[in-house]
């Protein structure tokens, strides 16, 4: 039989499909290979995006120590630019406080002289012991009386009531140191002392609620701790006054408590004097435990400026507390003095 022979078109089909062919194996081979390199790929990707994840990090905790630092840095700058601010105000204080005292000074014809020592008041029986040692005293040769002003000295305890207000920290604080010395200094001896604020809180909290030891290395500590006292005021020494008596007044103890203050910030002054007759209230034969002396301070009366109010409630106050509770009001007309 006679092969048949293949025609044009024919051949043309045939290479038609070969190339067709040819193209899906490419692509196929393509495909395989890029499934067999994109593992590979995507694991060194993640290795990078790791290492820089940790390297961020690492960044990130330098600059948070960093930063840690540099508040504490800012923190600490802000306290001494504080400290820095709060003793240029005092600073400003004093000279405007000088300055008026200055022009006042020049204005006066006369500055009138205060007594030094008219801190205490009279009409005070002595005890058998003062009496003993005041009898001794005398006896010394070249002692001093032991009177300061022509009062009597008499006292056996002592307790000091000292407004701390800013007002008195910024305009009086010299004068306090000055007439706390020379009271002390009024006293050669006696059983126990005791220095609270205005508020009642103790100079020295070891001694709360007990007597201070009238050492003169005492008394050298008391005058240092003065100078650089703050403790909190509310610019009223009735919490102070009433502490004291409620605290250290005895029927067989005679107790002085002296007041140095420039204010009263408290709503009535009849009812301190009230409740303060009632704490010291007078035994059978009229005698109160405890007798009040006070210093005032004429801060509210000064230059500065400020109302005079308080002032004149404090001066009123205390010498209604005084006269009732045997003792006397002290008005200074100067810081100064």
């Known amino acids: 039989m006679r092969a048949r022979r293949r025609s044009s078109g024919d051949q043309l089909s045939l290479s038609f499909l070969d190339c067709i062919c040819c193209g899906f194996g490419a692509i196929i081979l393509l495909l395989v290979l890029t499934k067999i390199g994109e593992p590979r790929a995507l694991e060194q990707a993640r290795e990078d995006l790791q290492a820089l994840v940790a390297r961020l990090e690492q960044e990130l905790h330098e600059i948070r120590g960093e930063t840690d630092v540099l508040n504490r840095d800012l923190t600490s700058r802000q306290e001494q630019l504080s400290e820095e601010r709060v003793r240029i105000a005092r600073l400003r204080g004093d000279l405007t406080r000088i300055s008026g005292e200055y022009a006042a000074s020049q204005d006066r014809s006369e500055v009138s002289e205060i007594v030094e020592g008219r801190l205490l008041a009279a009409q005070q029986e002595l005890s058998e012991e003062m009496k003993r040692l005041q009898a001794q005293q005398r006896e010394l040769p070249g002692r001093r009386d032991t009177t300061v002003g022509g009062i009597p000295v008499d006292s056996e305890f002592i307790v000091f009531i000292i407004d701390t207000s800013g007002s008195m920290q ?11 010395s020379q009271t002390l200094d009024a006293y050669p001896r006696v059983k126990g002392i005791q220095v609270m604020n205005d508020m009642g809180q103790y100079m020295f ?11 003169p290395a005492r008394r050298r500590a008391i005058l240092r701790m003065l100078s650089g006292w703050q403790p909190f005021s509310n610019s009223s020494p009735v ?99």
Not at 170 to 180: F, I, L
Not at 239 to 257: H, Q, V, Y
Not at 302 to 316: C, D, L, Q, W, Y
């Open 170 to 180: 910024r305009y009086a604080w010299n004068a306090v140191q000055r007439k706390m």
């Open 205 to 215: 909290s070891r001694y709360a609620g007990k007597w201070i030891p009238d050492t």
């Open 239 to 337: 919490e102070g006054i009433e502490r004291a008596i409620r605290t250290f007044a005895a029927p067989d103890k005679k107790i002085s408590l002296y007041v140095l203050g420039d204010e009263f910030t408290g709503d009535s002054i009849s009812e301190v004097v009230r409740e303060v007759d009632w704490l010291n209230a007078p035994d059978a034969t009229g005698q109160r435990p405890v007798r009040i002396h006070a210093i005032g301070f004429p801060v509210m009366f000064g230059p500065i400026g400020a109302p005079e109010r308080t002032g004149v409630r404090f001066g009123t106050l205390m010498r209604l507390l005084c006269e009732r509770n045997g003792g006397t009001f002290v008005a200074l007309n100067s810081t100064l003095s």
